[in-house]
């Protein structure tokens, strides 16, 4: 979880320190407070990007300082120890633009740290329950909680491969326009492949040299000290099996079976002196150079961005570059045959729905599972009779479809062959229509918490952070909202920015950012409140400027309502 978080020199907040507790901590503050950047202080040591405007004005650089324990620091890769059950990762964005990231004083990428970021946090943004009106929301929260990662990519792969095929096969039938076009294509990918000349075997060499590179100091301080044991130092290995196989020796006259034991210590010490020369070959060899990993980083983030355009791993890129020139000098031979590029789409094709199919048959199991989970959260949020359903339709083929993207009237895309949706009905009776036609945006502020909670239940992921995902409620939802995510803090650490008392009452511990000007400049500060001051922000929160008696009042029965937790 989080601990600590330090903010220096970042827009209004010269100097901001929060000690965060487990369980649900709350963040409350007046409009234009600081509480953004609070957030942006956040997304930035979890990997997001950041500029040079975010740097306080007259300061050379901004710092952010975070601290994360517990056991999620483990399992993080070789370049995050968390040996002490705790991690440090600061980000320093330069007045210049220059960005740098460390974890635990080691310099890593941006790229890295959103990896490492992502197993620590789960960020939901105050405006993320609008993405639940695109056409693709529904289909990408089914493969993610289902876990159908492999079969969406598979089926994506198998589509691209059909794509290929059909392109190699109109191309011939087309004629000399269409051998010149394909022609063409062809020679910019080769192009394209021959400038980034992939090798095989080439990402996972570069993903070992990245290991090395993260892990230089330890592997170097390692290796050294092999090197002294084993050779160097006074009462080395070494040493000591020479002392005694000649001691040994001696008594060979007296004690056969000590000779032979001399013999055999003769005969290791080969296999010693050249584990201690390898150690210390190493020792010289390996040398921290954030220079070269960010060169690794970059490489492999390129392999990366081309295999997914060419829909093959990274170490296929070589053997994907070789058949694209095989294909180009085919063409350029005129020796393309179009009953063998035919056969070849047939066969494509056929992969390619097999792919589909397995796919359906997953989001078909599992659609309804997902869909029976997130409507017990949306009844917990104050709907008791709502429910959502994700719809799964097939594709229908469009006029003009290519005969091998079709079957009985289903036309198959890179994302499978069927379509997902949100349909929802608010009432007993009624019957689910599509969410974007019949929600409000409170209930689609409280159908996005319970779908973010059934994710965050199976996910293993320490902290949860909502920034004013209460947007659109109020009332007696809001205080049910409050303790939604009081329920979701019971086994992890639930952070939440909020403008709503009746959530701010139900949390376990309560920061209050504050905003005042001093000789001209104005900065944010962080406090946490005890438990008189909470009563005193909460009232604010309900009142306004003017705290009355009565605000008063009102806030301590929220706070003392907020305070029970069930059982």
């Not at 007046?30 to 609070?38: I, Q």
């Not at 296929?316 to 045959?337: F, K, N, V």
């Not at 994302?415 to 007993?428: D, I, L, R, T, V």
């Not at 902290?463 to 939604?484: N, P, Q, S």
């Amino acid at each position: 979880m989080l601990t600590d978080l330090r903010i220096r020199s970042l827009a209004v907040i010269e100097d901001l320190e929060i000690a965060f507790e487990p369980g649900f901590n709350v963040v409350t503050g007046e409009t234009g407070a600081g509480k953004t950047m609070l957030m942006r202080a956040l997304g930035l040591v979890l990997g997001a990007r950041g500029g040079a405007d975010l740097v306080r004005e007259g300061a050379t650089e901004a710092a952010i300082e975070a601290i994360f324990a517990g056991a999620a620091t483990a399992g993080l890769g070789d370049d995050v120890s968390g040996d002490r059950g705790e991690i440090l990762v600061r980000r320093v964005v330069s007045a210049n633009g220059r960005q740098r990231a460390y974890v635990d004083d080691r310099l890593i990428t941006a790229g890295r740290l959103a990896e490492i970021g992502e197993r620590l946090v789960h960020v939901y943004g105050q405006h993320e329950h609008q993405a639940l009106l695109r056409p693709e929301t529904a289909r990408l929260h089914l493969d993610a909680a289902a876990g159908l990662g492999t079969l969406v990519d598979a089926a994506a792969s198998r589509f691209r491969a059909l794509v290929e095929a059909e392109e190699r096969l109109a191309a011939c039938l087309a004629g000399a326009a269409g051998v010149e076009a394909r022609r063409e294509l062809l020679a910019f990918q080769c192009r394209e492949l021959a400038q980034l000349s992939p090798r095989a075997s080439e990402s996972a060499e570069l993903a070992r040299e990245r290991e090395v590179l993260r892990h230089a100091e330890r592997l170097r301080a390692a290796a050294a000290e092999a090197e002294g044991a084993l050779y160097a130092r006074e009462g080395a290995v070494l040493d000591v099996l020479a002392r005694t196989a000649n001691r040994l020796r001696d008594l060979r006259s007296l004690d056969a079976e000590l000779g032979a034991a001399a013999d055999l210590l003769d005969e290791v010490r080969p296999a010693v002196e050249d584990a201690a020369l390898r150690a210390g070959a190493r020792a010289r060899a390996i040398q921290a150079d954030p220079a070269r990993l960010e060169q690794i980083e970059e490489r492999i983030g390129a392999l990366q961005r081309l295999a997914r355009k060419h829909g093959c791993t990274p170490d296929e890129l070589a053997a994907r570059r070789e058949a694209l020139e095989r294909a180009l000098a085919d063409l350029a031979s005129g020796g393309a045959d179009p009953a063998a590029l035919a056969a070849a789409a047939d066969a494509a094709a056929a992969a390619a729905w097999s792919a589909a199919d397995a796919l359906t048959a997953a989001r078909t199991r599992h659609a309804p599972v997902l869909a029976r989970r997130i409507t017990e959260g949306i009844r917990e949020l104050a709907l008791a009779d709502a429910r959502l359903e994700l719809v799964l339709e097939p594709h229908r083929a469009a006029a003009g479809t290519p005969a091998r993207y079709v079957r009985g009237g289903v036309e198959l895309t890179a994302s499978g062959a069927e379509q997902a949706g949100w349909a929802f009905a608010a009432n007993p009776g009624e019957s689910a229509r599509p969410l974007a036609k019949v929600a409000s945006g409170g209930e689609l502020s409280r159908i996005m918490l319970a779908i973010k909670a059934a994710g965050a239940g199976a996910a293993d992921v320490p902290t949860l952070l909502f920034d004013e995902v209460d947007a659109g409620i109020g009332g007696a939802v809001a205080e049910t909202v409050g303790r939604k995510l009081a329920a979701l803090a019971v086994d992890r650490q639930v952070i939440c920015i909020t403008h709503l008392p009746q959530i701010a009452a139900c949390a376990d511990h309560h920061f209050a950012v504050r905003k005042r000007v001093a000789k001209g400049r104005t900065r944010s500060s962080a406090e946490r409140l005890s438990d008189s001051e909470r009563v005193d922000e909460i009232a604010r929160m309900l009142a306004g400027v003017t705290i009355t008696k009565e605000a008063r009042r009102h806030a301590a029965e929220l706070r003392r309502l907020g305070a029970q937790r069930p059982g």
